[in-house]
Every structure is written in C-alpha cells, then in structure tokens.
C-alpha cells in the first residue's frame, strides 16, 4: 500500500490532517490516499498491523506513546521525548517526532528566537517539549503554572538540568509573573474552541513582549492572540506548527522539501477552512 497514507488517533471528528496532507502531496505531484483511522483503545492492538502495512501514518492523541512498542526503531527526538508521531514503515518500521520541528520552525517563521528571554506558559505534553527545545537553545526560561501544574513544571525543570546543569530555568505561578521578555509561547488550552472568550492571562503581560506564539490553532485568533496584536506584539498561531510538522512527515517519508511560502500557503488556506466552517 505504497500510495496509503494514515492517521491513527481517538476521537478525530474534527481533524484537520487530511487536508493538509492532501494540500502537501499536491506540492510535489505525488498520488497518494491519506485515510483516517479512529482506533478506540480496545482496537488499538488489532488495527496497528494494517497501519504498518502502510508506506506511513501519524500519530496523534491518544497514541504517541502507546504506539512505540509496535516499531522497530526511534528517531533521536522520538526517543528523547517517548512520542511518535509519525512511522515510516518498511523493512524496519521508525518511529519519529516532528512535533518538535514544528515547534521550532514556526518559531523561526515568527521571527524570534528560543535563545532569548522566554515565557512558557503551562507545562503539559506539548509544553514540556517546548521547555526543552528552549533550553537546548540557550534560553533564558520562564514556566508560568497554575498551582496543579507545578509538578510537571518541575519534573521538566529536573529533566533540563540533567541535560545542562546551568540552564536557565525558573517556575512562577500563572498569576504571579513579573519582568519582560522578548516570547512568550501558549502551551495551555486556555483559549481553544469552544471556549474561545478565554486568555491565559492578560494583556499586561503581552504588552511585556515583543513576540507571542500561541500553540492553539482552533480558533484562528485566540483572545490572547488579539491581546498581544492589540499590543503592538508580532504573533503566529497554532496553525503554522499543525502544517510544518506534517510537511516534515513527507520528508521521512518522501524525502521532499518544502519552501516558507508552501508552509504559509497552506497555513492560510486551513485558517481560511476553519474560519469559513
């Protein structure tokens, strides 16, 4: 099933991978089938062997760990965050995460920079990731938490100081942040459809900013996104990360590359999708 592509995940009424794929196979002219696999838990173990039949799939919520048992090997970063979301399949089946470029990638199509004064807020899966990409990078890192999320805020902190025992790390609880910075990243689904009237915090702290990036892709424009635009802030939603890290897919799988005005291409044309839903 050389021309099947897939996405493995529970539930995944409104995802927005198969447009995208469809977008970026069109790019390069490649005729392919992305299909969608919504796997309750109980079928996870007999549906896996037809996905590995596949050339590849993702991965998304709630397998990116569960799945590993299933492949053969693990990309660096799939192995150093214990999260798949994309396989290769073949004679050896590979595991990868392209979250991580994602992340990284639409920070640079932002025009900031992860070696910089930085403000994190939450600590969760997709936020722990990106504590660790700002410190690999040199970041000067902030966690703003709310009181339930200090536990994992510290157990990243614990994990980058195994890694750079200097790094520059510090926790603060949400309501109690103080100083400036040059980003400030959402990793919290405050804001996210269908509760689009909320922002994690207010625009006294935005305003503190020269650049935010909000993880949120649904709604197009989060409340905190207008705050921080109100502001005079440059700022890039969810959107870009969902696209950068599917074009990375089809380079594990198909060894393509793609330009900044692909990615922003296709980015508009799914915000446009959502917005006109």
Not at 88 to 110: P, R
Not at 163 to 168: L, S
Not at 266 to 273: A, F, Y
């Amino acid at each position: 099933m050389a021309n099947t592509y897939g996405l493995l995940g529970y539930p995944l009424g409104h995802t927005m991978s198969p447009p995208i794929h469809k977008a970026l196979f069109s790019l390069y002219h490649h005729d392919a089938d992305y299909q969608v696999f919504e796997t309750p838990p109980d079928r996870l173990s007999e549906t896996v062997p037809g996905l590995l039949r596949l050339y590849g799939f993702n991965i998304t919520i709630p397998y990116k760990v569960e799945i590993i048992p299933y492949l053969d090997r693990l990309d660096e970063k799939a192995q150093q965050y214990h999260s798949v979301n994309v396989v290769k399949c073949g004679a050896e089946n590979v595991g990868y995460n392209t979250d991580v470029i994602g992340f990284t990638k639409s920070i640079d199509m932002l025009g900031a920079s992860l070696a910089s004064r930085v403000l994190l807020l939450g600590c969760g899966g997709v936020g722990r990731m990106m504590a660790i990409e700002t410190a690999i990078q040199g970041g000067e890192l902030t966690i703003a938490v709310r009181p339930s999320g200090v536990p994992l805020a510290e157990r990243a902190a614990e994990e980058i100081h195994a890694i750079f025992p200097k790094a520059d790390v510090r926790i603060v609880l949400i309501d109690r942040i103080s100083g400036t910075y040059d980003l400030v990243i959402n990793a919290t689904p405050a804001g996210m459809y269908p509760n689009t009237d909320i922002s994690p915090v207010g625009d006294d702290i935005v305003r503190r900013a020269e650049f935010l990036f909000d993880a949120i892709y649904n709604p197009v424009e989060t409340k905190l996104i207008k705050l921080a635009r109100a502001n005079g802030v440059k700022t890039l939603g969810g959107m870009a990360m969902l696209v950068l890290q599917a074009a990375a897919a089809h380079t594990i799988w198909n060894g393509v590359s793609f330009t900044e005005a692909d990615i922003a291409g296709i980015t508009s044309e799914m915000e446009g999708r959502l917005m006109n839903a």
